[in-house]
């Protein structure tokens, strides 16, 4: 087996190596419970086999899309898509390598100015631009499921551009367990630190189960 060397074949192994559920994931349904300072909520959540999110029996609508929006992000960092269709496009080139051995990434062609940094066969950091303002993700703890790693500890600084004062950091820890075939979500506790206070959100999920598969 020989070791990436470009930019681009270090990238895509590092990529393909992220945990995605396949083609045949069924979706699934769970109780969910939403912890926050002198506030507990809870409803109920599906993700269907499309990967869409439905939340429901949630009091407060600001709550309810809270939690959509946590739903979405987990889908989107679980859904399946190709290299090719994800940065096929996409020129790739080496940058410094950090003394902890993190290798950059520099990316041309991407419209939200990603970069990264890749370490051994994993993505340890993200870095991107929106509008104006520009975050960064550090991955500290990755879970080896066998099929692919799941980052568990990581954290998100927010930057203005034209300033570059930080403006808020997310700090995520994240719990799993496989259900049947598919590793999901049971927990993720984010610490948001913002204009000098922190609070503390919590979003747990049980009875959780996979939906039925579609007969065909």
Same mark, same amino acid.
């Given at each position: 087996?020989?070791?990436?060397?470009?930019?681009? =074949?270090?990238?895509?192994? %590092?990529? $393909?190596?992220?945990?995605?559920? *396949?083609e045949?994931?069924?979706? !699934?349904?769970?109780?969910?419970?939403?912890v926050?300072?002198?506030?507990?909520?809870?409803?109920?959540?599906?993700?269907?086999?499309?990967?869409?999110?439905?939340?429901?029996?949630?009091?407060?609508?600001?709550?309810?899309?809270?939690?959509?929006?946590?739903?979405?992000?987990?889908?989107?960092?679980?859904?399946?898509?190709?290299?090719?269709?994800?940065?096929?496009?996409?020129?790739?080139?080496?940058?410094? =390598?950090?003394?902890?051995? %993190?290798? $950059?990434?520099?990316?041309?062609? *991407?419209?939200?100015?990603?970069? !990264?940094?890749?370490?051994?066969?994993?993505?340890?950091?993200?870095?991107?631009?929106?509008?104006?303002?520009?975050?960064i993700?550090?991955?500290?703890?990755?879970?080896?499921?066998?099929?692919?790693?799941?980052?568990?500890?990581?954290?998100?600084?927010?930057?203005?551009?034209?300033?570059?004062?930080?403006?808020s950091?997310?700090?995520?820890?994240?719990?799993?367990?496989?259900?049947?075939?598919?590793?999901?979500?049971?927990?993720?506790?984010?610490? $948001?630190?913002?204009?000098?206070?922190?609070?503390?959100?919590?979003?747990?999920?049980?009875?959780?189960?996979?939906?039925?598969?579609?007969?065909?």
């Amino acid at each position: 087996m020989t070791h990436p060397t470009t930019a681009r =074949q270090i990238f895509q192994t %590092a990529y $393909e190596s992220r945990y995605t559920w *396949d083609e045949n994931f069924p979706g !699934y349904s769970a109780d969910v419970q939403l912890v926050q300072p002198d506030e507990v909520h809870t409803g109920k959540i599906r993700i269907n086999r499309d990967l869409s999110v439905e939340v429901t029996g949630v009091a407060d609508e600001q709550v309810q899309e809270g939690i959509s929006t946590q739903l979405r992000d987990t889908v989107t960092h679980r859904k399946r898509t190709s290299f090719e269709q994800s940065h096929g496009k996409h020129e790739f080139c080496l940058g410094e =390598q950090d003394s902890d051995g %993190a290798i $950059e990434i520099l990316v041309n062609g *991407d419209s939200m100015g990603s970069n !990264y940094k890749v370490r051994g066969n994993e993505i340890c950091q993200v870095s991107r631009i929106l509008g104006r303002m520009a975050f960064i993700i550090n991955t500290h703890e990755n879970f080896d499921t066998g099929s692919g790693y799941l980052g568990t500890r990581y954290d998100a600084v927010f930057r203005n551009l034209k300033t570059n004062e930080i403006t808020s950091i997310l700090k995520f820890e994240d719990s799993y367990e496989k259900i049947d075939d598919y590793y999901v979500m049971t927990k993720q506790v984010v610490q $948001e630190d913002k204009d000098g206070a922190s609070t503390t959100t919590e979003f747990a999920y049980f009875n959780i189960k996979l939906l039925e598969a579609a007969i065909v």
